[in-house]
């Protein structure tokens, strides 16, 4: 599977929105915290930590190719 832009930014939001949505459905009991907190603080994080990961490993797909070479 060839991944361009479109297709690793669809993939990308697509994580990150199921672990939003798992976070926001799960019992109040295991996660005690309110909607607010989870859309304001830790969905920003996981799409930075997100770019920080996908940064990383572009560029080693890059150096393992021999693109920067």
Do not use: N, W
């Not at 798992?22 to 915290?33: D, H, K, S, V």
């Not at 997100?50 to 693109?67: D, P």
Request: proline share 4%.
């Amino acid at each position: 599977m060839e991944l361009d832009l479109t297709k690793t930014a669809a993939i990308f939001v697509g994580i990150i929105a199921v672990g939003v949505v798992a976070l926001i459905g799960a019992p109040e009991a295991m996660i005690p915290m309110e909607t607010g907190t989870i859309l304001m603080m830790v969905a920003p994080s996981m799409a930075v930590f997100g770019l920080i990961c996908l940064a990383i490993g572009v560029a080693h797909g890059q150096y393992r190719a021999g693109a920067t070479r």
